[in-house]
């Protein structure tokens, strides 16, 4: 089945950098209205004068994806202000550095309300809708360690396994109906993410830092790379969606040795360490 993005409204979250903003502007040159979701203001404001000066159009929604209340607010002003929502992409996610037993519950739960938790109550909210059109799509972003696990990452690898199983489980259900599913997972994708990342208290900052720094160097795929290979996979209909030489080699590297990947990730790492 292909699936046309021109058809309608796009909702992006995470549209305000990285991927997510790449994304929305792959989408709008492809004829797709958009609706831009993020909590940065200022980063949206950047998104939406650029998919303005590609002569495309679009809506911003300032919106705190770990609050609860703020997406059934936000469900609410997109279910009054756009009538024609056929794509939706649970793309927002934050990183987190630390191992499992320095990280508080606090910022276990922080993370995941953002990973996780936002994807499924935006897709529950507007499943309805999606329902109804003649053709409709979820892309929901993972990651590769969603498809394996990486020290010091517990809380992130937690969240996109979740949402891995959310989506194949969603996907599953959804089969012979309308709406298709794609869940993607980027490897080595040059965005803020991981520069960004909050450190879990107790981590020691400088040392933490220096891993990320070497990490970023090994970020070789563009995020408007990413965004045109997302794009043409859902056009054509793909359920998953690898980005990067990284992500296919991690794929094939758990299907090989499912039980035993992790010593080999922890010998060429080394604990601690970023994947």
């Not at 910022?107 to 003649?134: D, G, H, Y």
Request: charged content about 20%; aromatic content about 4%.
């Amino acid at each position: 089945m292909t699936f046309s993005f021109g058809a309608g409204t796009c909702v992006v979250t995470g549209a305000a950098s990285g991927i997510g903003a790449a994304l929305a502007c792959e989408l709008a040159g492809r004829g797709a209205k958009l609706a831009l979701v993020d909590v940065d203001g200022a980063g949206l404001a950047a998104t939406a004068e650029r998919i303005a000066r590609m002569g495309g159009r679009c809506h911003q929604y300032r919106t705190d994806l770990g609050d609860a209340q703020a997406i059934e607010h936000l469900a609410r002003e997109l279910a009054k202000e756009q009538d024609d929502i056929h794509c939706l992409v649970n793309n927002a996610g934050v990183g987190m550095i630390g191992a499992i037993e320095q990280v508080s519950m606090d910022e276990f739960e922080w993370l995941v309300s953002i990973n996780f938790w936002a994807a499924v109550r935006l897709t529950k909210a507007l499943l309805p809708e999606l329902k109804q059109r003649p053709a409709a799509h979820i892309v929901n972003v993972s990651s590769i360690l969603g498809i394996i696990a990486a020290p010091a990452q517990g809380p992130y690898v937690a969240s996109k396994f979740a949402l891995r199983g959310f989506s194949e489980t969603l996907a599953a259900e959804l089969h012979g109906t309308g709406v298709g599913v794609s869940v993607v997972y980027p490897g080595g994708v040059s965005t803020a993410i991981a520069r960004e990342a909050r450190l879990a208290r107790g981590v020691d900052a400088d040392a933490a830092r220096r891993d990320l720094e070497q990490y970023e160097k090994g970020l070789v795929t563009s995020a408007a790379d990413a965004a045109r290979m997302i794009a043409d996979g859902v056009e054509r209909g793909k359920t998953r969606i690898l980005i990067g030489k990284d992500a296919k080699r991690a794929d094939v590297l758990q299907r090989l040795m499912p039980a035993r990947y992790m010593s080999v990730l922890a010998r060429r790492l080394g604990a601690g360490s970023q994947p």
